[in-house]
């Protein structure tokens, strides 16, 4: 589908907040997302800066403004499962968040045998210490899904599976509250299956964090993203998996698969992205919200200057 706007958004992408803001405050840049701490407040802006094999390569119209509408979308979704962090929307692309004790792990949950856990079961390793049955095939549905955690690494270093009871032997997480944290998983993912499956889309895998606040666990971060699950097309994951071939996929591999083909897999200079390559990742980022939300996507946030807009709210705060 061609969405024109986005040739006008292509020389306008938000590469990020400044390193300081006018009203004096500092901001933390990750790879993708600006933070501005206020002691009990976070403002969390996200960038359209996009990273592949742990460098920030380049950026992509529109993407920060899809990534964060799509979390809200969510997090409106499920707080009657868990509450979340979120306070307000401060821009498009910027919310103000409560700030959480996050926990060392993050919590991923697979609704079927692909990525990383299909390459840990072909090489006969377990699956986050979970021993799977013989005979599986790639791509396959597994009966429940699985609560796969994984450790958080240091940036540039990739992160670990690990068990759930390596996590209370290693005292991680109190077993009280990673009870909590799994159940709220695995609701979570049920909620996000059935809202896809009426949009036509598999909720294949997905990652979640959690924090604590005041004693209670809360969801933070993203949540049901581009770039935090996989998403596969319902209507031709049967046939496709009959035949042996991959699955119709939604989600932002074009960029990463464009880069393999270059001789780019994180080594060496990265190539440069010409513009057709950033339209078709934004048309596919855009699709991704039009197909999880099953709404039209309108760009807002080249409509106001962002830097002032949350200088202004960061000033309110004081």
Known sequence: MAYPFLDHEIKRTFKGLPETLPCGSTV???KVRDIIDLGDTLVISTSDRISAFDKVLS????KGE????VA???FSRTDDIIPNHIIESVTPRTVAVRKCEMLPVEVVVRGYLTGSAWRDYKAGKSVSGIELPAGMQMNQRFETPLITPSTKAEQGLHDEPISSEEIIRQKLVDPG????VQKAAVDLFRRGTEDCVRQGLILVDTKYEFGILNGQ???VDEVHTPDSSRFWFADSYEQQFKTGNGPHKLDKEYLRQWLIEKGFMGDGKAPDIPDEVRLETARRYVGAYEGITGTTFTPEAGKIDEVAAVNEYVKKQD
């Open 177 to 180: 509250i990673w009870e909590t």
């Open 72 to 74: 809200l979308h969510w």
């Open 217 to 219: 666990v809360h969801l």
């Open 66 to 69: 899809v990534l964060n509408k």
């Open 59 to 62: 950026t992509i119209p529109c």
């Open 28 to 30: 933390i840049s990750g």
